[in-house]
């Protein structure tokens, strides 16, 4: 099964450009090809397919978004929304051309429509929530779908008032004639969704944008999630739904050989206990029943092929490949061998990082059930709706038009809901199947099963050196990165060129200082582990590695490190504005008040480039605190500038959590942490102030919800050696400071 979705799925892939940056950050200008210095992707049509059907009643305009009667306006995306505010993007884009009332705006989630919905940096053939692509992709066919019903509109109420569409003016969701007509969207929404769909619409010149780039927009979600009423899939409850609960292999790659469900069924409200192809399932009334039940199930379980080493023994094996010669290259300038053979000094340094988990606040679970007609009905955080609908009908044995999909919000994804296998989504299908499907059920996984059932951000070990020449000039740098692919054995093995996947090298194979000697190997590990892309995927490792050892090589050359940095790159290139951007924020040249220091780091990620400048403070037992963060951005144009500082201050929060303190081990291939109090992401009282300052930029929106990551764990790095003389090399930070 999975096979055979690989295949359907690896072709198109293939085709493409072996650089995940080329294929991620294709970037359409509102007037044609803009690529923002990466492949052109060519853009599907802003108005593709047919008008999506709404089963509340309300006039379809494209398989954008719908009016009812009474005025609300629902846009429907195609972007997954995780709490990174792609619903309240696309709501902008929308209402801005459609002169929409932006209190009468809401967002629903929407599959099943490749051609309308397919990711455009993805290719277009697949639709997708990732790499920080959700207004890269909807940028201008969003925008298109909102002047395309805009114009509809007016043309039916022009045909209605008996006048010409051009004296009609539309202003905040109100149409009017000077002659004293006006009306509502709803009053004309039935019509106008039968009128003809133009085929040329003129998009709004920026000077007259009004909400677009409004740092005053407040998100039109936040007050049900601030009541509680918003809905997400741990909140679905249907007529006579079951709930599961999983269990999975102890160790990855063990397999059910058999197990003893007879105390399990005693247990009040447990209704059944089945095997799947993934465990096995408990499957009762209630959450409770269920993890009652499942406390009772004794599993034998066939550990032939599983992972059985621990992570320290992984790492060992790590360090020892990082000494040896790389397997493949990712980049190759110059005679770097030459270079440090003829350099005044020579650093070295090997960095080391965990797997780490993606921990987001809604644990995984999904909803399936199968109606008398024949169709199944799965909701959840479909982060790759096609997949799991192609997966699903496999099970089944069914075609994908009889699946449909209800995209639920998710509480938080960090990469963990884009999945090739379809995870607790086929989980939930598994187990409707097994029981017959004679009742809807919900898999949920609790905290301990989010954190142990595998998907991590991979182990990785950096080793790099560098050579200075007696003007303290850095002029050979290489970095060998030993690690596990998450590419490989996927739907994009296609990406995995001449042995170098490159989301393992991002952000190390494209440095932006000029360095005349380089060089950048990898080698790709086999382990058993599951890894995949965690919020920043490659950058949260290399852009580490390259920043917090850059900084020790100004040390070795005795400059300054913003100084150095700027030394090395055009001074009109986007590192440079927003490195000296967060330098003149932070006051870098002013002397800090006693016993605060600063760090400095940069790093591109998703398009988009953040430098940020962390300041900290250390008591007289060594503990540190960060105090404060200066970032400045350049994200192309900010859509919603009030999202962009979150997202940047989110991530920055995320990034620091797991610098200073989470980590996941293996001891004899079983995970060791199971919940928060011991995989600790960052607390509220470790926040630290953040200032977010956002380069203003005509180009066309590149990705923010990822590159506030980066630059923040070597920033703080840096800073902490001013501190405490301490380099940290060894992530987390608490098993150097605590050493």
Request: glycine content about 10%.
């Amino acid at each position: 099964m999975i096979p055979k979705l690989m295949q359907s799925l690896t072709l198109p892939v293939a085709k493409m450009q072996a650089s995940r940056r080329q294929f991620m950050l294709g970037a359409l200008a509102a007037g044609g090809g803009l690529a923002v210095g990466y492949r052109f992707v060519a853009a599907s049509p802003a108005i593709a397919g047919e008008p999506a059907a709404d089963d509340g009643g309300a006039a379809a305009f494209t398989p954008y978004l719908t009016i009812d009667g009474d005025g609300k306006v629902v846009v429907l995306s195609s972007q997954f929304e995780m709490g990174q505010g792609s619903y309240n993007g696309l709501a902008t884009l929308v209402a801005e051309e459609l002169d929409a009332d932006w209190s009468s705006i809401d967002v629903r989630g929407v599959a099943g429509n490749v051609k309308a919905y397919g990711n455009i940096a993805f290719g277009g053939t697949v639709q997708g929530t990732g790499g920080s692509t959700s207004m890269v992709t909807s940028w201008e066919r969003y925008r298109k779908a909102g002047a395309t019903a805009r114009a509809m509109l007016l043309a039916a109420a022009a045909s209605e008032w008996g006048v010409p569409p051009e004296e009609i003016t539309v202003e905040n969701g109100l149409l009017a004639h000077p002659a004293g007509k006006s009306a509502g969207f709803g009053a004309f929404a039935a019509k106008a969704a039968t009128m003809p769909i133009p085929t040329d619409v003129k998009l709004k010149p920026p000077g007259d944008w009004k909400l677009i780039g409004n740092a005053k927009l407040k998100r039109f979600d936040s007050a049900r999630k601030a009541n509680g009423t918003e809905q997400y899939t741990i909140d679905v409850k249907l007529p006579g739904m079951l709930t599961a609960v999983m269990i999975h292999p102890p160790m990855f790659g063990a397999k059910v050989k058999s197990f003893d469900a007879a105390a399990a069924r005693s247990v009040k409200g447990v209704v059944d206990v089945v095997e799947t192809p993934r465990g096995v399932a408990v499957v009762g009334e209630h959450m409770w029943a269920a993890i009652k039940g499942r406390e009772a199930v004794k599993v034998v379980w066939d550990d032939t092929a599983a992972e059985k080493r621990s992570s320290s023994d992984i790492m060992a094996m790590y360090r020892d490949l990082a000494d040896k010669a790389p397997v493949a290259v990712a980049r190759k300038d110059g005679d770097a061998e030459a270079g440090f053979a003829g350099a005044a000094k020579v650093i070295e340094a090997t960095f080391e990082f965990p797997y780490l988990a993606h921990a987001a606040m809604e644990p995984l679970n999904a909803v399936a059930r199968r109606n008398e007609d024949g169709t199944l009905e799965i909701w959840g955080g479909h982060q790759f709706p096609d997949v799991y609908q192609m997966l699903a009908s496999q099970i089944v044995g069914t075609t994908p038009d009889k699946v449909k999909l209800h995209v639920m919000k998710s509480g938080g994804s960090f990469g963990r809901r884009a999945v090739f296998d379809g995870d607790v989504v086929v989980e939930s299908v598994y187990v409707a199947k097994a029981i017959g499907f004679r009742a809807p059920v919900k898999v949920q996984w609790t905290r301990e099963d989010d954190m142990r059932a595998g998907r991590y951000r991979p182990a990785y070990v950096h080793k790099l050196k560098a050579g200075i020449d007696g003007d303290g000039k850095l002029v050979a740098w290489s970095d060998h990165v030993v690690g596990q692919s998450i590419m490989a054995k996927t739907a994009f093995e296609g990406m995995v060129q001449n042995g170098v996947d490159p989301t393992s090298v991002e952000g190390a194979s494209n440095l932006p200082y000029a360095i005349p000697s380089q060089t950048v190997g990898l080698t790709t590990t086999e382990v058993g582990v599951p890894v995949l892309w965690w919020r920043s995927v490659g950058s949260t490792h290399t852009a580490f590695a390259a920043e917090a050892f850059l900084d020790e090589v100004a040390e070795a050359a005795g400059r300054d490190p913003v100084e150095y940095r700027l030394s090395m790159l055009d001074p009109q290139s986007r590192h440079a504005v927003v490195l000296r951007l967060a330098a003149e924020k932070a006051e870098w040249s002013k002397p800090l008040a006693e016993g605060r220091f600063r760090g400095v780091a940069v790093a591109e990620s998703f398009g988009s480039v953040v430098a940020q400048i962390a300041e900290v403070s250390t008591d007289r037992n060594g503990n540190i605190k960060v105090e404060r963060v200066v970032a400045a951005v350049d994200c192309g144009l900010a859509v919603n500038p009030d999202v962009v500082r979150a997202q940047v201050e989110g991530g920055i929060g995320f990034g620091l959590g797991a610098i200073l303190g989470e980590e996941i081990t293996l001891t004899s291939g079983k995970v060791d942490q199971g919940n928060f109090d011991v995989y600790t992401p960052l607390r509220i009282d470790a926040m630290p102030v953040v200032e977010v300052h956002i380069l203003a930029s005509a180009n066309p929106p590149s990705g923010i919800g990822e590159p506030g990551v980066p630059p923040i764990g070597p920033a703080v790095a840096n800073a902490v050696y001013k501190a405490l003389g301490k380099r940290i090399r060894l992530m987390p930070f608490a098993r150097t400071l605590n050493a």
